[in-house]
């Protein structure tokens, strides 16, 4: 009988991708009962979404039900988001971190940065637990978009930096570190490669599941010492769908392919603007631009995202429009981004 239900949910695709149940190890346990006309099954589920757990839930039970009539079922859901293969040797000390994600982009202005922070803050309110190191050394602005004005670092007994929290975030940004906000950071590469590594391990990231790394625009040494340093389990692309910017996101692209890291796949910001007044969409940077790209290099689009006054209105004021105004066109597409991105980072997990 278990062998039959292995078989059976091989046939039932995770929602949101091609991938079955059984290879992304779903089913954790299964135990038969001695009449063989009750099951026990508990799926572990990859993602911190309870929404999808709902979903698997249901679809593990019509399948069975379907194929075994009067098999009485129990079920039971657990969120466990996995280890990347590459995570499983985390050079943190006294820290285990899942998932490491790298947020990048070809060129300034694209909205790097909001994306992170409203990825952070998405997954942390479904429940994961989240770390964001602020990697964009030229110009930090996690702490302006977490609403953090001042910033007293504590350490811990074993030295290392205990990170801020907001929004049940771990944060660490070189904002908190600069006594006057307009000065400028003076760095080349060999200081930026010591301050990356320690932001990595020293700091008391703990226990996470994600951590999220904004890195700065471009391919320099931030971005070479971050995948030299970190076990990257999915990069990140941000851009705009103009042809500019597209252009550009082809280098960061390559960077992460020639380093050897696995792209998680591409975010389009700024997609489209919708008119307050007549609600229409308005293409205004192009469009089709970032899904052409990703059919050329075979990875996924996460997401879309609208260009939306709430979105710096919110970002401003420190509070992400994710968790301030998530019923708006952009704190919704914000939501399905990350949920696209921790699915395909779980389907990363296994490969």
Same mark, same amino acid.
């Given at each position: 009988?278990?062998? !039959?239900?292995?078989?059976?949910?091989?046939?039932?695709? /995770?929602?949101?991708?091609?991938?079955?149940?059984?290879?992304?190890?779903?089913?954790?346990?299964?135990?038969?009962?001695?009449? #063989? !006309?009750?099951?026990?099954?508990?799926?572990?589920?990859?993602?911190? /979404?309870?929404?999808?757990?709902? %979903?698997?839930?249901?679809?593990?039970?019509?399948?069975?039900?379907?194929?075994?009539?009067?098999?009485?079922?129990?079920?039971?859901?657990?969120?466990?988001?996995?280890?990347?293969?590459?995570?499983?040797?985390?050079?943190?000390?006294?820290?285990?971190?899942? #998932?490491?994600?790298?947020?990048?982009?070809?060129?300034?202005?694209?909205?790097?940065?909001?994306?992170?922070?409203?990825?952070?803050?998405?997954?942390? !309110?479904?429940?994961?637990?989240?770390?964001?190191?602020?990697?964009?050394?030229?110009?930090?602005?996690?702490?302006?978009?977490?609403?953090?004005?001042?910033?007293?670092?504590?350490?811990?007994?074993?030295?290392?930096?205990?990170?801020?929290?907001?929004?049940?975030?771990?944060?660490?940004?070189?904002? /908190?570190?600069?006594?006057?906000?307009?000065?400028?950071?003076?760095?080349?590469?060999?200081?930026?490669?010591?301050?990356? #590594? #320690? /932001?990595?391990?020293?700091?008391?990231?703990?226990?996470?599941?994600?951590?999220?790394?904004?890195?700065?625009?471009?391919?320099?040494?931030? %971005?070479?010492?971050?995948?030299?340093?970190?076990?990257?389990?999915?990069?990140?692309?941000?851009?705009?769908? %103009?042809?500019?910017?597209?252009?550009?996101?082809?280098?960061?692209?390559?960077?992460?392919?020639?380093?050897?890291?696995?792209?998680?796949?591409?975010?389009?910001?700024?997609?489209?603007?919708?008119?307050? !007044?007549?609600?229409?969409?308005?293409?205004?940077?192009? $469009?089709?631009? $970032?899904?052409?790209?990703?059919?050329?290099?075979?990875?996924?689009?996460?997401?879309?995202?609208?260009?939306?006054?709430?979105?710096?209105?919110?970002?401003?004021?420190?509070?992400?429009?994710?968790?301030?105004?998530?019923?708006?066109?952009?704190?919704?597409?914000?939501?399905? $981004?990350?949920?696209?991105?921790?699915?395909?980072?779980?389907?990363?997990?296994? %490969?």
């Amino acid at each position: 009988m278990r062998e !039959k239900i292995v078989e059976l949910l091989k046939d039932v695709k /995770f929602p949101g991708t091609s991938a079955d149940l059984v290879s992304l190890k779903v089913p954790s346990t299964i135990e038969i009962g001695e009449d #063989q !006309k009750s099951a026990s099954l508990v799926l572990s589920i990859p993602v911190p /979404f309870e929404d999808i757990a709902w %979903q698997v839930k249901d679809l593990v039970r019509v399948a069975l039900q379907k194929a075994l009539p009067g098999l009485e079922l129990t079920l039971k859901t657990e969120t466990v988001v996995p280890f990347a293969k590459r995570s499983q040797s985390s050079i943190i000390p006294g820290s285990k971190i899942k #998932q490491y994600i790298a947020v990048a982009s070809g060129k300034g202005g694209v909205g790097k940065s909001t994306v992170s922070v409203n990825l952070a803050c998405a997954l942390a !309110k479904a429940g994961a637990k989240v770390g964001l190191l602020d990697a964009d050394v030229y110009g930090p602005s996690v702490p302006s978009m977490f609403g953090i004005k001042r910033a007293m670092l504590l350490t811990g007994e074993d030295n290392r930096v205990i990170p801020m929290k907001r929004y049940d975030v771990e944060l660490m940004s070189i904002g /908190f570190m600069l006594d006057n906000k307009r000065k400028s950071v003076l760095w080349r590469g060999p200081m930026l490669h010591g301050v990356m #590594q #320690q /932001f990595l391990e020293d700091v008391a990231w703990g226990d996470l599941d994600y951590l999220i790394m904004d890195l700065p625009p471009g391919t320099g040494d931030v %971005q070479m010492s971050i995948c030299q340093l970190a076990p990257i389990s999915g990069a990140v692309i941000v851009s705009t769908p %103009q042809d500019l910017a597209l252009n550009v996101a082809v280098k960061a692209i390559d960077l992460f392919n020639a380093l050897e890291r696995p792209i998680a796949g591409l975010i389009e910001n700024m997609s489209f603007y919708i008119c307050p !007044k007549c609600g229409e969409r308005q293409y205004i940077f192009g $469009t089709e631009g $970032t899904q052409a790209m990703c059919e050329e290099f075979k990875v996924p689009l996460l997401g879309t995202l609208p260009l939306e006054a709430g979105v710096r209105k919110y970002g401003d004021k420190g509070t992400p429009i994710v968790l301030s105004d998530p019923d708006a066109a952009s704190g919704q597409a914000f939501d399905q $981004t990350a949920r696209c991105l921790a699915i395909r980072l779980a389907e990363l997990a296994v %490969q």
